[in-house]
Structure formats: C-alpha cells, structure tokens
C-alpha cells in the first residue's frame, strides 16, 4: 500500500488568491498615488486631485468618451526646484486627451497651478 502524499491544502490556494487580489487592488486605487506621494511630496496631491477631476470633467468626457485609462509623466522626478511640469494622458472611447500642468511653489511652500492646457487627439 502507498503512503498518501499530501498536497498544497485548498485554503492555501484560497490564500494565495485573496492576498493576490488585495495586491492587484492596492496597485490599482492607491499605488500611483502612494509612489507620487514618496517621489514628489506636497505636489502629489494637487496632481492627484487633477487628475481625479479630469477624469470626471464633463468637457473633457463630451470629447473622449468614457475615460479607459491614464497615465502620467514628470519633467523633473523631485520637488526641491520652485517649479515642476507634470504631464497627464487619458485614453478615451473615442479619442485621447493629454493635459499639461504647470506648478509653482510660493514663498509660502504652498504649491499652486499656473497654467494648464489640454490637447484632444485621435
């Protein structure tokens, strides 16, 4: 008679699956925002919050469509300078929007945008 071999227990296979869906899930909702944070400092929020609105702004949307995907680029990856450029691409049903932000910190330490400007393409 053969011993019986034991194999990977069924709640492993159920743990392994969770703890992949909690990464997947971080990565997607806080990830970009947790890495902008450590790489920009105070910036971070200000892009995160326009970003955020530009994926909801009805003038945007009315051009693209429904918005399937972002991505984002810094000139400078630091926030020691006065001033920073950020640069933001929505992917859209039927066309693409690309938004330029450019920031500028006060004698207060505050960052503020001075300008943006936004370009649709097909």
């Given amino acids: 008679m053969q011993a019986k071999t034991r194999g990977f227990p069924n709640w492993g296979y159920l743990l392994l699956g969770a703890l992949a869906f909690a990464t997947f899930y971080f990565v997607k909702n806080m990830g ?27 003038r945007i949307t009315s051009r693209t469509g429904k918005i ?18 950020f640069q933001f691409f929505l992917k859209g049903e039927y066309s693409n929007a690309t938004i330029k932000l450019w920031m500028v910190r006060r004698p207060s ?5 001075v300008k943006s400007d936004t370009l649709f393409t097909k």
Avoid: C, H, Y
């Avoid at 330490?109 to 945008?113: A, I, L, P, Q, V």
């Fill in 32 to 58: 970009q925002r947790t890495i902008m944070k450590a790489v920009l400092g105070k910036p971070a929020d200000l892009i995160a919050t326009a970003m955020s609105s530009a994926k909801a702004s009805s």
């Fill in 68 to 85: 399937t995907g972002k991505n984002f680029r810094v000139q400078k990856l630091n926030s020691k300078g006065d001033s920073l450029a």
């Fill in 109 to 113: 330490g505050e960052w503020k945008t």
